[in-house]
Every structure is written in C-alpha cells, then in structure tokens.
C-alpha cells in the first residue's frame, strides 16, 4: 500500500507549531512516559542454572565449546537443514556476523557494497569494517526492502559494478530469498542478508543470512548473533575468520577477528529455545492486537504479513501523511514512549553524510512517517488499549480520494 498523492495532509504540525512557539520557557513540556517503547526479558536464573551449571563442570568458557556447538545444532534444526549439517555459525553481535561475511566472501578491498539507505547503522558499519564501500538505494514502498529487480536498474547508475548486495529484513519481516539467489546467480554479484530483526522469518539459502541476537530481538541472549548458511563451505571459512583466521592450527592463514560467542550467551540462546514457541506466542499476540486494531485504519499501514505470518520484537508502522517526529512528540504527552528505531536513514548520521546514493525518495518518505509503538512481553492489553487509544486520537482517518473523483 503506498500513499495517494491526493491525500489531504492533515493539520498535525499546525497545531505542535502553534503550541511551541514562544520562548522556550513557554513551551509545552512532555510528561514522563508510563509506557516504555522496549522492555526486554532475558531467562531468569532456575531456566539458565542447570546450562551455567555445565559451564562449571567444563570450564570451558569460550572458543566454539560444548554449549554454543549444541546452539548452533539446535539453530540449524530451527531452520529445517539436514542433520549434521555444518549450516550455523555463532557470532558475539549481529554485526560482526556482518562483517565475518562480507570478509569469508574475499571481497576486492574498497569495491562497492549497495545496500538501503533505510536500514540500521550497523549496516553500514559493517560495510565499511569489512574495507568495502557503502552505496546507498532506495527501497521499495510497499516492502521498505530492497527489490531484486530494483537494484538490476540502478547498477548502470552506480561509480562502479558493486562486489555485493545487502538487502535488510524491514523489522523482521521476510526477505525473498528464492530470489536473491537467482539475482546473484544470474548476475555473478554475491549477496549478505541482514536479518537482524529476523529470527522468525529466516529461510535457511546457500546465502548468509545474519540474525541478531541482541536483547532487544525476539530471541535475545544480551549479545550475539549468528549467520545461516547452507553453503558448508563459507560456514567454515566463517569459523575462521570470527577466531582470528585461525584453522586447524594456532596459524592465521586469512585475516579475522574475534568475534566468538561465549559460553554464557550460548546457555542463554539453549533456554530461549527451549521455551520459543511459547514465546512466540506471546509476540504474537501483541502484533495481533495492533493489527486488528489498525486493520481499516486508512493512515495507519504495517508490514504485509506483520501479526499472521511472523513477528518482530517492535511494533512499527507508517503514518500516511504524518510527521513521525510529531506524532512521537503527542504521544509522549498521553505517556506513551515510542522510538524512530532507523533514525531518519544511513543518510542522515553524520558518519555517513558524504557516502554515495542514488535518489532516496521512498527512503525519504518512510523515514519522515515511519514510528515504533511500545512492543514488549509483558505488554498488558489495558496499555496496548491505551496506546491504541491514544494514537486514534492523533492519527485522524481521512478518506483517500479516488484519482478522476
């Protein structure tokens, strides 16, 4: 769904404008929020004791032990590959995932890296950690994703032919995989999804496919992440590059880093997964809640799919024709935090201010309308009533008018 260039821009900023003006010791001041944006739950101590309790009797703490091997066995499983199969490696963060990729593809230094504009910082860090250079491309409106076909048109576009595309999973929502491989098979460009948001929706490829485990995402350990992988082969490269390019030996033979899961965070990955259906559920529920509550809402849109066919760890959604800054500015004032979990683009920091891109129109517009609701476990229905509530009131549906009325 995208917006109609007819739509009445409705007369939020008139209003914020008129209540700010004056000196600043008239302004409106926000109230305290009651209702966080994000509360994240981790295992409490008797779901992680008899795991902790196997770190003791080994004292092996780290360096691919006991634990995090059964993790990357049990993520392997998760994601239906075959018994055995060598198809997970454990990183300590989402991003060194990243990074570990895009070295274990021995890149040319310094070639282009295109991914969008509209994605987490950490995208770009990545890029840039792994010696590669960021270009920026739109996304697509309706998926807020990179689009295959998309990219094919503005390579022509680009300083030079990128060594590799990175499309990010909007939030958690499903990348199409199936179709990434073909473009990177018809097209000899290599290709890293960034799903750090997508623990639910991964389909395990013969691409990388990164998935954070931070403790914000819907399967969190603190810290960690870990790439998926069917290509046996780049997982084991992988494994050496996240332990200082070390192989069989003590003998670095390419360059790495240390980006090794520890034990303590694999004990933590083994209990969440012991109660994920569980936990799903509950995320589930939440996502319906919104979904239903929006569901004919004509300004309000969520991802296709958000609430049916999986869930993320934040409650994002687009307010057509809405300023995203103010809309969080009236919230804040019924104490209800929100967050612009994207900032306003890789474009916007000024780390990456000078970093090339092609035209950003669509990224443009999802930054400026784009807003994430509180979305937490322990959401109770009576505060996801009184944020539905609140952004009623904020958020007035207009009709769309039909092109030839």
Not at 241 to 248: D, E, L, M, R
Not at 330 to 339: C, G, K
């Amino acid at each position: 769904m995208s917006a109609d260039p007819a739509l009445i821009r409705l007369p939020l900023q008139a209003e914020l404008t008129r209540l700010d003006t004056g000196s600043a010791a008239r302004r409106v001041k926000s109230p305290p929020t009651d209702i966080p944006v994000a509360l994240p739950l981790l295992p409490r101590w008797d779901e992680l004791a008899s795991w902790v309790q196997q770190i003791d009797r080994s004292r092996v703490y780290t360096n691919r032990g006991p634990l995090g091997n059964e993790l990357e066995a049990r993520l392997a499983s998760h994601y239906g590959c075959l018994p055995g199969s060598d198809a997970v490696c454990l990183t300590a963060s989402g991003t060194l995932g990243l990074v570990a990729s895009l070295l274990a593809l021995d890149l040319e230094p310094g070639s282009i890296c295109a991914l969008p504009s509209w994605t987490f910082v950490a995208s770009a860090d990545a890029v840039v950690a792994a010696g590669l250079v960021p270009y920026l491309l739109d996304v697509d409106l309706d998926s807020w994703a990179l689009a295959p076909e998309h990219v094919e048109a503005q390579i022509a576009n680009m300083p030079q032919p990128p060594s590799v595309i990175m499309p990010v999973s909007p939030f958690g929502a499903p990348v199409d995989v199936r179709a990434w491989e073909l473009f990177a098979r018809d097209s000899g460009i290599a290709v890293v999804i960034d799903a750090a948001a997508g623990f639910d929706s991964v389909v395990a490829s013969s691409l990388p496919t990164v998935v954070s485990l931070h403790a914000t995402k819907t399967l969190g350990v603190g810290e960690g992440g870990f790439v998926v992988c069917t290509d046996q082969r780049l997982i084991k490269r992988l494994r050496e590059i996240t332990n200082y390019g070390f192989s069989s030996m003590r003998v670095s033979h390419r360059l790495g880093l240390n980006a090794k899961m520890s034990e303590y965070h694999a004990a933590i990955g083994l209990a969440q997964l012991e109660k994920w259906r569980a936990t799903r559920r509950t995320w589930l529920r939440v996502a319906r809640f919104y979904r239903d509550a929006f569901r004919d809402h004509p300004q309000i849109e969520y991802l296709p799919g958000y609430g049916e066919d999986w869930i993320g760890s934040t409650a994002v959604f687009r307010f057509i024709g809405y300023s995203a800054a103010d809309v969080a500015e009236r919230l804040r004032r019924y104490n209800v935090d929100s967050r612009r979990w994207w900032h306003r683009g890789i474009n916007h920091h000024p780390a990456f201010a000078h970093t090339a891109a092609a035209a950003l129109d669509n990224a443009e517009c999802l930054a400026d309308e784009v807003l994430g609701l509180p979305c937490y476990l322990t959401l109770r229905t009576g505060s996801m009533r009184a944020i539905v509530d609140a952004v009623r009131k904020i958020i007035t549906p207009v009709p769309r008018i039909e092109s030839g009325a």
